[in-house]
Nanobody, 115 residues
Framework: QVQLVESGGGLVQPGGSLRLSCAASGSIFSIYAMGWYRQAPGKQRELVAA???????NYADSVKGRFTISRDNAKNTVYLQMNSLKPEDTAVYYCNARTAKVDYWGQGTQVTVSS
């Protein structure tokens, strides 16, 4: 079992920044990739950024150059640094951890970008 606890969401003005954190616990040895997904009302859940156990990263085209995913293995935590936020970034952001058998999900954290 893997447990994911997210934090860092909130309300920010356009152009502002937020940093999301996702702390993993449990059978963390089984995780080979982690990522951030987001879901806006009426939209499908989409991948925002992902990082593998080897450190490779992938980003949605819409966030390239603005968002950065990183990890701190000592803290079993992944981060999503979000800069130059836009209203269209408004969504519930979910942390994901992938194992060979199952995906685990955090509870979601709301990010609202509005003036």
């Amino acid at each position: 079992q893997v447990q994911l606890v997210e934090s860092g969401g909130g309300l920010v003005q356009p152009g502002g920044s937020l940093r999301l954190s996702c702390a993993a616990s449990g059978s963390i040895f089984s995780i080979y990739a982690m990522g951030w997904y987001r879901q806006a009302p009426g939209k499908q859940r989409e991948l925002v950024a992902a990082i593998t156990s080897g450190g490779s990263t992938n980003y949605a085209d819409s966030v390239k150059g603005r968002f950065t995913i990183s990890r701190d293995n000592a803290k079993n935590t992944v981060y999503l640094q979000m800069n130059s936020l836009k209203p269209e970034d408004t969504a519930v952001y979910y942390c994901n951890a992938r194992t060979a058998k199952v995906d685990y999900w955090g509870q979601g954290t709301q990010v609202t970008v509005s003036s």
